[in-house]
């Protein structure tokens, strides 16, 4: 249901970097005075029909990944490799039909379906407008094809001809889902696809995407920061924090056995709709601290209850303590 | 239910909306109480009623919105009678509110020290302006702010939104009230930063006895915190019961089929999703407005507006088939 990983990565991510200037103030001369560290140094893979979830809280770097997979920000530095192909080099030194067609393998599904849908243009337009684009489709197949992916994202044909404006939140959702689909993508970055539906329509949403994913052989990075869903819909779990991932294994792992202080704290901290089922909630001190001058060390020392000199001077790396668990902790054996 | 261990009592309650599209029944005869010293979860979705409700029992509600009906009683006194200058007082001295995004709810252009003791002052006549600052550092010390004495001059922008929140929670506990709204008082923070928030109200309720109201679509938050849960649907009460009976032995499809929908974090779990949409409540369906959603539908929900019937004691439910259930 979330995807087996059969066949191979199909995207590779190495040593990923997107920093974010900042400028003092001043209308003539502004001279950039810091660096907003929003993606330090991750690598992580995404495998054929698998499904990665990526948590973290705001500010931790995990939209600006997805956008940067995407190079709708571009990387700072680092490697995005898409089926054994440097996606970055395509996109500045490649032919636009090379870069064109690295856009069609992989598309996003916004979290606000209200911003991201053009309300001048009626759904039809909205979903065959990536056809006028890539020129994929023959134009007599247009309106076969919009009416077939509606169909797949459960809606209806009559609705094409509507507009924006005259559908719900899940609906509009549905009709994003369905442009990014227009292309027939590989991989679909969904930034936080749930998160401002109604809670009824979330369900069928998340049902939507686990189908998908079964009948098409779709992969997802599924971005959130409601772990719950993540659970829900991701094979394997990546969390971040201050722009580093922090642990990484199968979802089954991370959300019965995490081994990083800042997961634990995490999944204690969401409240379970049972009122017989209390966990004992860890409470962070302070907050996220400032990521253009993220602490030395490890970044979650400052908050971390384990926390040692070693912690505060050493920076851990992400390393593999059980098979396929990688945890950023110097003590992450002691939590086994 | 005895009446008399009731701090809140809200009858029949009706808030309309008369937009230019047509009137808008947020409220539609809604009733549901609030037992001293208890937290009841006010639970439901987007257009429930759930934060027009209270407004309306704060007597707050923002226009084209207007009361047209019902009678609430606070402490055995009907409120919805009373003048806006009694109404005045009781807003903040008995009843507070904590608002679900405390970046609006707060000035940005007065220190938190203008703000918080202007509220004191305002409500105690002959007191000193040191002795309102003191109170008020006291409650930010309370309410776990770092530095209370110097952060008391800071403006509302130079703190976190977690810090905001704190801080619109002591401005709600300024007056003492006996009776606390608070109206998704952690949607907008992050899980770590909400956990916090979440503990801080559990140990102001244990200190000073106050009744809550807790307003959230949160199924988890409402397991946590509740002790009663209110289920409202499209501007009615769909279930009023304990919340362990909430969660197990439910009498109404919609809290059912919400239970089934959220997922969780300790398990996974089949979702089953809820099919159609919230409905528009200018039109709002016939009968029982959950039908046109609800597997058990028969003939008669759409026809009949199921009563609110206690199926068991202290268990309330407005389903024609809750029997079958």
Aim: charge should be neutral.
């Amino acid at each position: 249901m979330e995807g087996t990983n059969n066949g191979g990565d199909l995207l590779t991510v190495k040593n990923l970097v997107k920093y974010f200037p900042v400028y003092s103030r001043g209308i003539l001369l502004k001279k950039i005075v810091g660096y907003v560290h929003a993606v330090d140094d991750i690598s992580f893979s995404i495998g054929r029909g698998e499904t990665l979830g990526l948590v973290g809280e705001s500010g931790c770097g995990k939209t600006t990944t997805g956008k940067a997979l995407l190079h709708l920000e571009w990387p700072t530095s680092g490697q995005i490799v898409f089926e054994g192909e440097d996606a970055t080099k395509i996109f500045t030194n490649g032919s636009p039909e090379r870069a064109l067609s690295m856009r069609r393998n992989m598309q996003m599904v916004f979290q606000n379906p209200y911003g991201s849908l053009d309300p001048r243009m009626t759904i039809y337009d909205i979903i065959s407008e990536p056809f006028r684009i890539h020129n994929n489709v023959p134009r007599k197949q247009w309106s076969e094809r919009v009416y077939a992916l509606l169909k797949l994202v459960g809606l209806e044909p009559y609705h094409a001809e509507r507009y924006p404006h005259e559908f719900s939140g899940g609906q509009r959702q549905r009709i994003g889902i369905a442009r990014a689909l227009a292309v027939g993508p590989k991989l679909i970055v969904a930034d936080e696809p749930v998160s401002s539906l109604d809670v009824s329509v979330r369900a069928q949403i998340l049902n939507l995407l686990m189908d998908l994913q079964k009948e098409e052989g779709l992969s997802f990075l599924y971005i959130s920061h409601d772990l719950s869903s993540v659970r829900q819909i991701s094979r394997r779990t990546a969390v971040m924090y201050l722009g580093r991932i922090v642990e990484t294994a199968s979802s089954e792992d991370i959300f019965s056995k995490p081994l990083h202080p800042y997961t634990m704290a995490l999944l204690s901290a969401i409240p379970i709709p049972d009122p017989e089922k209390k966990v004992m909630r860890i409470i962070l001190p302070g907050e996220v601290p400032s990521a253009i001058d993220p602490p030395k060390g490890c970044r979650f020392n400052p908050r971390c209850k384990y926390a040692t000199d070693r912690c505060r001077a050493e920076e851990p790396a992400l390393r593999e303590v059980e098979e396929g668990h990688l945890v950023a902790c110097h003590y992450a054996e002691n939590f086994m | 239910m005895e009446p008399d261990g009731d701090i809140l009592r809200v009858e029949d309650l009706r808030t309309y909306f008369f937009t230019e599209a047509g009137v808008v029944r947020a409220v539609d005869g809604v009733s549901f109480a609030v037992k001293k010293g208890e937290t009841m979860g006010l639970v439901g979705e987007t257009g429930s009623g759930k934060t027009v409700a209270s407004y309306s029992v704060m007597r707050v509600v923002p226009k084209p919105g207007k009361i047209v009906g019902g009678r609430v009683y606070y402490d055995g006194e009907e409120i919805l009678s009373k003048s806006e200058e009694d109404v005045r007082k009781l807003r903040g001295e008995q009843i507070a509110m904590i608002f679900q995004d405390p970046n609006s709810s707060l000035n940005p252009v007065f220190s938190i020290q203008e703000q918080l003791t202007d509220i004191i002052l305002s409500h105690n006549g002959g007191m000193k302006k040191e002795e309102a600052l003191e109170t008020t550092i006291r409650l930010l010390d309370k309410v776990g702010m770092p530095e209370p004495e110097t952060r008391v001059r800071w403006y509302p922008h130079q703190f976190s939104g977690g810090m905001r929140q704190r801080i619109a929670i002591a401005r709600a506990l300024l007056l003492r009230p006996k009776l606390l709204f608070a109206d998704e008082p952690t949607t907008n923070l992050d899980v770590t930063i909400q956990a916090q928030v979440l503990e801080l109200l559990k140990s102001i309720k244990n200190e000073t006895g106050t009744s809550m109201v807790l307003i959230t679509h949160d199924m988890g938050i409402v397991a946590d915190m509740t002790s009663r849960v209110t289920v409202l649907y499209a501007g009615r009460v769909a279930e009023i019961s304990d919340t362990n009976t909430t969660y197990r032995k439910s009498l109404h499809p919609y809290t059912r089929a919400l239970l089934r929908s959220v997922p969780r974090v300790d398990e996974k779990v089949d979702l089953e999703s809820i099919p159609g949409n919230v409905p528009n409540l200018i039109t709002p369906p016939s009968g029982c407005r959950f039908h046109p959603r609800c597997k058990y539908a028969t003939e008669v929900c759409s026809e009949k507006v199921p009563p609110l019937e206690e199926a068991e004691e202290g268990h309330f439910t407005a389903c024609h088939h809750w029997r079958e259930l």
